[in-house]
């Protein structure tokens, strides 16, 4: 009866919501690509998850995401006694409301297996049922034959791997038979450092997920769900597929942004425009912040003649002014800093220098 009643209410969630208002997420766009916000892995009363697939759709609009995908589990579904569906409902129910709301909706499942090889997604499937095979090899040869894109989910989760995060010779086979194509660098919130040091050994494109499996609440400004950037050609799903699996993603959790070196860079040449007025014993240094994101700089080696911040923060969509003080009769030189919560390394952050 439990159950019944909270399927209901699952349902009544669906209720259009006339009044909602699309969000936005104002993240510059790379040159030559847009940058689309995604989030490919969440639930629905299809598997483990307490809202109806629509809401999913409603959840996004809501916030300004440009895509998601939902990923309801093939081998786990507490609610098949009620819910009697084939493994693509979710996705068909979810299909007519991502159109009329403009989130480009991308159909896929989770391979949920113990570790190893543990969980993993398959998103641009074209049918999901052949996924449910006892054999975990065969479920993920059978997306790959749909020429889906497979990523190992949330490899720092304590109830699988409770002591330390291993990469196992299951996933070493899976990656040379074009099996895992990336690996969720973030998970829920959760960043796993070894997912982003083996995201980089092994050239496997870098996710963040929300995997929700409740509503999502509603987020004060400034804060927001984990999410991929996809820097895709264009604004299609076709688009977003392959810049998956050229590797062009970017992962953004709280303030940080985290990626390959020549993303970030770019990401932050695009959000701020830079003016540099000398005068004569001093240089001032205008950063203009033309979107959401935050930046944490910190002082890095440089010319002891050159005097300025120890750590500054940039804040959205404001106008921060600094002086470098000229000493010792320097006139000019290399202002260094790391930006902290840009990261390209595990705990390494962006490094960037503005000539004066």
């Known amino acids: 009866m439990k159950k019944i009643i909270l399927l209901i209410g699952a349902v009544c969630l669906t209720l259009p919501l006339f009044a909602q208002v699309r969000g936005k997420i104002n993240i510059p766009n790379l040159n030559g690509y847009v940058t689309l916000k995604c989030d490919f892995h969440m639930h629905t009363v299809f598997s483990d998850g307490s809202v109806w697939p629509t809401v999913r759709i409603d959840e996004a609009f809501r916030e300004g995401l440009d895509a998601i995908a939902i990923t309801d589990h093939i081998e ?52 999901s049922e052949p996924l449910d095979t006892p054999d975990y090899m065969d479920a993920f040869a059978a997306a790959k034959a749909q020429n889906a894109f497979i990523f190992w989910n949330h490899p720092c989760w304590d109830s699988q791997q409770p002591d330390t995060t291993l990469w196992f010779a299951e996933h070493t086979k899976l990656l040379e038979q074009g099996l895992m194509q990336g690996i969720e660098v973030v998970n829920s919130g ?52 392959e810049a998956l699996i050229d590797r062009r993603t970017a992962v953004y959790n709280d303030d940080f942004i985290i990626g390959q070196e020549k993303f ?10 830079i003016k540099v007025e000398k005068t004569d014993n001093a240089v001032r240094i205008t950063f203009i912040n033309k979107s959401d994101l935050t930046f944490n700089l910190k002082k890095t080696q440089h010319d002891a003649r050159l005097v300025y911040f120890r750590d500054y923060t940039i804040v959205p969509n404001g106008t921060h002014t600094i002086t470098v003080r000229l000493q010792d009769g320097v006139t000019g030189g290399d202002v260094n800093f790391e930006v902290e919560n840009f990261l390209v390394r595990p705990n390494e952050g962006l490094k960037y220098t503005v000539k004066i």
């Not at 159109?99 to 949920?112: F, H, W």
């Open 76 to 127: 786990y579904r507490p609610n098949k006694e009620i819910v009697i569906a084939s493994h693509n409902r979710s996705y068909e129910l979810a299909r007519g409301l991502a159109l009329a709301r403009g989130i480009m909706l991308i159909k896929g499942s989770e391979i949920t297996r113990e570790m190893p090889p543990g969980h993993s997604n398959a998103i641009f499937l074209t049918d």
């Open 190 to 241: 959760q960043y796993c450092p070894e997912a982003h040091r083996w995201s980089l050994e092994k050239n496997l494109t870098m996710l963040s997920n929300s995997d929700s499996h409740a509503p999502i609440p509603n987020f004060t400004p400034g804060k927001h769900r984990p999410m991929t950037l996809v820097f895709a050609r264009s604004t299609t799903t076709e688009a977003i597929h």
């Open 264 to 273: 970030l860079k770019e990401l932050f040449e695009n959000a701020l425009e």
